[in-house]
Nanobody
Framework: QVQLVESGGGLVQPGGSLRLSCAAS????????MRWYRRAPGKERELVAL???????NYADSVKGRFTISRDNAKNTVYLQMNSVKPEDTAMYYC???????????????WGQGTQVTVSS
């Protein structure tokens, strides 16, 4: 089993910054893609950003130039640096990992519990 623990959410003013973290632990052999999703009230879940095992990144158009995804492979952790935040960034943010587990064939998907980000003055 793999556990994901997210942190870093909270209340931030428009134009401010916030850094989300998601640490994976458990029976991990390798972590492939790591992603951040978000879901705002009344809206569908949206892929915010992803980073591959090789470090390639991709972003939703709505966050390009403002958010940065990164990972620390030694710590099995993915980060989302959120700058110049806007009220429309308000949502529950979830991390997702695709992993290979020790002693098990195949790849497995895990989700974090979510961390709330609220952008308001």
């Amino acid at each position: 089993q793999v556990q994901l623990v997210e942190s870093g959410g909270g209340l931030v003013q428009p134009g401010g910054s916030l850094r989300l973290s998601c640490a994976a632990s458990g029976s991990i052999f390798a972590i492939n893609t790591m992603r951040w999703y978000r879901r705002a009230p009344g809206k569908e879940r949206e892929l915010v950003a992803l980073i591959t095992s090789g470090g390639s990144t991709n972003y939703a158009d709505s966050v390009k130039g403002r958010f940065t995804i990164s990972r620390d492979n030694a710590k099995n952790t993915v980060y989302l640096q959120m700058n110049s935040v806007k009220p429309e960034d308000t949502a529950m943010y979830y991390c997702y990992v695709n992993v290979e587990q020790k002693g098990m064939a195949g790849r497995y998907e895990y989700w974090g519990q979510g961390t709330q980000v609220t952008v308001s003055s």
